[in-house]
């Protein structure tokens, strides 16, 4: 490197460049956060959406699903297993995974297991709920597809 | 004999060996993992994936944390031209980590996590079941004190000591990582705020303040081992972090293409993070021009090699591999997928495990004792130690790439309908992760290669 560039110069362009481009990023995060309730269907968290999402959390389910892209890729995404499952049908989802929920584990020989985690109806209901509610997030159209 | 230039540097060994052994667990739960992705119901009942996945990570970040902070007490004290403030305090913290380190470990493998939640009061403030943030509350906590007072303890040293441009990078990279480690405390109900804000931990960390240490650590032993002036190598690790910086804190927008955030995320997040290898590209140039231009033949080889190794690995892990999959066009069809693993395992090791391993070579022998570096033989082993582990995660991450692309082949890129389900494309991709795994017990025989190389002694070596 250069003579005439000086370890003072190298680090006024480390402070000032880090803190200008952490007060962008700072300006940003306000904006993202105010522009968010278009996009995140807030005015639809019920009790039961946010009983749901400590299910959610409570058992770990990021450590092997993904949801909306990030958690683990050991098991399906469920952003849109409303859809995936459900057809876009409360009823017929909520069905479905009180079935699913319950029949775990399945205990094929050789196929990845899911643990059975011994949730109530109510519990299963309410992680439908949290479910169907995060299936209606606009996500900037991702996944690509049904399958996720 | 003492080759220490402080005593109370001394205090960094317990931090080494115990980052050593739980990167032992953090493999052998790897290895059950890339097991379970092709024969399903192995240890299905005892060790589910998501408590194998819990542990190998939370024990990667503590052992790397572990490291950082032995990295930490090691080379301030000699940068300061002091002793540390209180070697007392260092290893009362030592303790209290390793103890909460090894209970929330137990706490994941012996009761169901739900159970774990109950018992440490996770509903008085729900923090857990976040990817990496798994932690009960209460470790957390623990975690934070830990962290406040190891700042305290380093704070003072360098107060009344020298102050080098390798102690205040390296300080402020230990500042960021505890500021930024209290996003983990919020956990809004709104998964989309949730979601946001868990970035500030996890790519503000990894992609930001963590290259501060990195680059100090490195900064640091380059100097040692080379000879080469300060003034150059810190002229170097500022160009260096200014880059990193630059790039890696708008470049946190790759992470907010696909959530519930406006569109030019998908510009801002392209364009910075587009820029992020470059500091890892300067990072290599600097460490073979240093190496280069030695004024000295430092007796270290494997400490050197390690230092040119990480820069190289971080480079391709961290540069080359993010940026593959970082440009919104491209990551609309690849995030979440085999292709994000491949970039992780190579970008961990490289960046951070290697950075690790780096302090821990050069400083080991002086702990102990030994004098400058180990014998022969010992640093021989150390090198297979390197090779087979470095060759091993090049191999690891190509066979998770190969996956990921064929994944995304048959998963994402058809339309609904056409598209094969995530369980049917996991079955097409049985061959890689068979290969994947094969690479795994090859990583693991370099590291019991690496870790005999401690326990091979000058007279073993003559007789």
Redesign the interface.
Known sequence: ?SES???GM??N??YG??IF??L??LA??F???K??PK??N?EN?TEA??RG??L?????????H????????????LMNVYDRRGGGNEVAFKAFLNGWMNAQ?L???????M?N?HLNDQEIDDLAEFLIW?SK????N??????? | MNTLKYQSQAVAKPYFIFAMILFVGQILFGLIMGLQYVVGDFLGGIIPFNVARMVHTNLLIVWLLFGFMGAAYYLVPEEAETELYSPKLAIILFWVFAAAGVLTILGYLLVPYSTLADITFNELWPTMGREFLEQPTITKFGIVIVCLGFLFNLGMTILKGRKTAINMVMMTGLIGLAVFFLFAFYNPTNLALDKYFWWFVVHLWVEGVWELIMGAILAYVLIKVTGVDREVIEKWLYVIIAMALISGILGTGHHFYWLMTPEYWQWVGSIFSALEPLPFFAMVLYAFNMVNRRRREHPNKAATLWALGTAVMAFLGAGVWGFLHTLSFVNYYTHGSQITAAHGHMAFYGAYAMIVMTIISYAMPKLRGIGEANCNKAQVVEMWGFWLMTVAMVFITLFLTGAGILQVWLQRLPESGEALSFMATQDKLAIFYWLREISGVIFLLGLISYLTSFFITEKKAQA
């Open positions: 490197m560039f000086t370890k190298a680090r362009i480390y460049g880090s481009f952490f962008i990023f940003l995060t904006h993202t956060v522009e968010m996009r995140d807030r968290i959406v946010e999402k400590h959610w959390e409570k058992n770990n389910c990021i450590g092997c993904t949801l909306i892209g990030e958690g683990a890729y050991f098991a399906p995404e584990p205990n094929i020989p050789g196929r990845r297991q643990p985690f995060t997030l606009d996500a900037n991702w996944p690509p597809n049904i399958e996720g």
